[in-house]
């Protein structure tokens, strides 16, 4: 395609209409992907530091399509969040994690991953019976409320109105709320003030940088400083390296999340890890 001066759209012509074609497929396929079993969801440890035992897991929707193979999230989330298919999907995957956390409280005991984090996306927040499905979903599973976290992102409550309404009825309900992506918003501050957050999840982007200048640090640090000072825990994602686990608890945080602790696990895979501490 042309480059055609500061107009960057007309770039994409004939792919944006395979672009429109794909998406329109996906959709389809994803309105059935429910009824047919082709979801899942893994769960991914949220360890402490520097011991690395499980505090918590995030769960994490999979689909596995019959000919395409596995979808990755990144490519059929936006499209369930432009269809309005996320609303079922979210509200699917609330329940899978609130049974699953319900019954490893119940096997596990004390071992337990204590926090289940879910996701939920704008779309959802909009939705008027969203608090209403949470509430629900508690009672039908028996999953305490203070164990469940459920994640947003700055950008979806940035504009307040029923997103922010939203998540001050879920907080009231006494479910955690975590802003996910923390620090890549336009609005990260100041709504430390009007929403009511328990949990900064620090994005990858700034993980990645605590093992190099001070420079390339410094926001990492800034969040971990702004963490202690309003009583909030911090939740480093993306952290791949000992070293950067390293340099992250000498920064001040005690939670992470990465594929250096574990990847994105089945359920089943998820107990064994939960082991005792050790009785020195
Ligand atoms: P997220 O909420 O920021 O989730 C973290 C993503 O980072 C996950 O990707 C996880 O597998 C990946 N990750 C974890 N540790 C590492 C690491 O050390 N290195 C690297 N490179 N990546 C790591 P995943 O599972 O592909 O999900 C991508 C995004 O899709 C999620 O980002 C979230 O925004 C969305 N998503 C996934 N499941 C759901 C869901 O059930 N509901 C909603 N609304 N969104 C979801
Ligand atoms: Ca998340
Ligand atoms: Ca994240
Ligand atoms: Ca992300």
């Given at each position: 395609a042309k480059e055609l001066g500061k107009s960057r759209w007309v770039e994409y012509g004939p792919e944006l209409d395979a672009h429109a074609v794909e998406h329109a497929q996906i959709a389809a396929e994803l309105s059935q992907a429910l009824d047919r079993d082709e979801l899942y969801v893994l769960y991914q440890p949220i360890v402490g530091l520097?011991?690395?035992?499980?505090?918590g897991v995030e769960a994490l929707v999979r689909w596995r399509h019959p000919t395409r193979g596995l979808v990755s999230p990144v490519t059929f989330i936006p499209v369930a969040e432009r269809t309005g298919l996320i609303v079922p999907i979210g509200a699917w995957v609330l329940r899978q994690a609130c049974l699953q956390g319900a019954e490893w409280a119940r096997t596990?005991?004390?071992?337990?991953?204590w926090k289940i984090s879910v996701n939920a996306s704008a779309r959802q927040l909009l939705e008027p019976s969203f608090v209403a499905t949470v509430a629900a979903t508690l009672t039908e599973t028996g999953?305490?409320?203070?164990r469940l976290t459920i994640e947003i992102t700055e950008t979806a409550v940035f504009g307040g109105g029923r997103a922010l309404d939203t998540v001050r009825a879920l907080h009231t309900l006494g479910v955690k709320i975590a802003l996910d992506?923390?620090?890549?918003?336009?609005s990260s501050l100041g709504l430390l003030r009007t929403c009511p957050v328990d949990v900064l999840k620090v994005d990858k982007s700034f993980v990645?940088?605590?093992?190099?200048t001070v420079e390339q640090e410094a926001i990492a640090t800034s969040i971990s400083e702004i963490a202690q000072a309003l009583r909030l825990e911090a939740v480093a994602e993306g952290v791949e390296t000992a070293q950067q686990a390293a340099r992250l608890l000498e920064l001040g945080y005690h939670l992470a999340q990465g594929f250096h602790f574990a990847r994105p696990l089945p359920a089943a895979e998820i107990a064994p890890l939960c082991v005792p501490e050790p009785s020195l």
């Open positions: 520097p011991g690395g035992e499980v505090r596990l005991g004390a071992r337990a991953p999953l305490d409320p203070a992506d923390f620090g890549t918003g336009h990645d940088g605590v093992t190099g």
